[in-house]
T-cell receptor
C-alpha cells in the first residue's frame, strides 16, 4: 500500500508570491494534518482536517490556509510568502473516525520550500 | 498546550553501543509517538506508545503515563541508526495536534 504522498518535492519561490502544496493520505485515512519544520527544530502543527472540516489550527498567521477534498486529499496554501516561510512542510494522515480517540499518525516525505 | 522536552540533545556513540533517549511531557498525553527522521527529512514511525512497553527488534520503548515520560532504547547501535529522533504527544481529543520535542541527534561512529 502506498504511504502518504506529497507534491512537489522541492519548490523555490520569491517573497510575496503564493504557493500550493498537495498531499494524498494513505488509502482509508480520512484525517490529514499539516506541519511546518524549520531547520533545527521539531515539526510544528499548522492544521488538521477531517471529512473536509477544519478540526484544529496551530499558531500560524491567516496567510496560511488549507482545504480537504472529497477524496480526502488536501492542499496547503501560503500567501504573501516571507523568507521565514522557508521550511519543510509535512503532511500526516491517520485513521481518525471523528470520535474521541487519537490514532497513530503517518507522515509523508515532505515538500521543501525555499523562499528567496 | 503541552510542552515536550527531549534529552540528551546530542549523542555520539561507537557502533555496537546501547543508548537511552528520554522524553518528558508537561501534561498528560493520550497519544505518544517516537519517530526517526532520516537525512532526507522523512519521519519514520518507530512506536505508537501512549503507555506500556513495546519492542521492535533492537528498539524498544516504555511510556510511564502517570509520570509523564517516555524512553526509547536502542541496543547494539548501527551506523544506520544515525539521525534525529523525535517524540511527539497529543492530549486534546478535539483534534490530532502532535506537539514535538526538539529532538535528539544520534551519531553512530563505525
Amino acid at each position: 500500500d502506498a504511504g502518504v504522498t506529497q507534491s512537489p518535492t522541492h519548490l523555490i519561490k520569491t517573497r510575496g508570491q503564493q504557493v500550493t502544496l498537495r498531499c494524498s493520505p494513505i488509502s482509508g485515512h480520512k484525517s490529514v494534518s499539516w506541519y511546518q519544520q524549520v531547520l533545527g527544530q521539531g515539526p510544528q502543527f499548522i492544521f488538521q482536517y477531517y471529512e473536509k472540516e477544519e478540526r484544529g489550527r496551530g499558531n500560524f498567521p491567516d496567510r496560511f490556509s488549507a482545504r480537504q477534498f472529497p477524496n480526502y486529499s488536501s492542499e496547503l496554501n501560503v500567501n504573501a510568502l516571507l523568507l521565514g516561510d522557508s521550511a519543510l512542510y509535512l503532511c500526516a494522515s491517520s485513521l481518525a473516525t471523528g470520535t474521541f480517540t487519537l490514532y497513530e499518525q503517518y507522515f509523508g516525505p515532505g515538500t521543501r520550500l525555499t523562499v528567496t | 498546550g503541552i510542552q515536550v522536552e527531549q534529552s540528551p540533545p546530542d549523542l555520539i556513540l561507537q557502533e555496537g553501543a546501547n543508548s537511552t533517549l528520554r522524553c518528558n511531557f508537561s501534561d498528560s498525553v493520550n497519544n505518544l509517538q517516537w519517530f526517526h527522521q532520516n537525512p532526507w527529512g522523512q519521519l519514520i514511525n518507530l512506536f505508537y506508545i501512549p503507555s506500556g512497553t513495546k519492542q521492535n527488534g533492537r528498539l524498544s520503548a516504555t511510556t510511564v503515563a502517570t509520570e509523564r515520560y517516555s524512553l526509547l532504547y536502542i541496543s547494539s547501535s548501527q551506523t544506520t541508526d544515525s539521525g534525529v529522533y523525535f517524540c511527539a504527544g497529543a492530549s486534546n481529543f478535539g483534534n490530532e495536534k502532535l506537539t514535538f520535542g526538539t529532538g535528539t541527534r544520534l551519531t553512530i561512529i563505525p
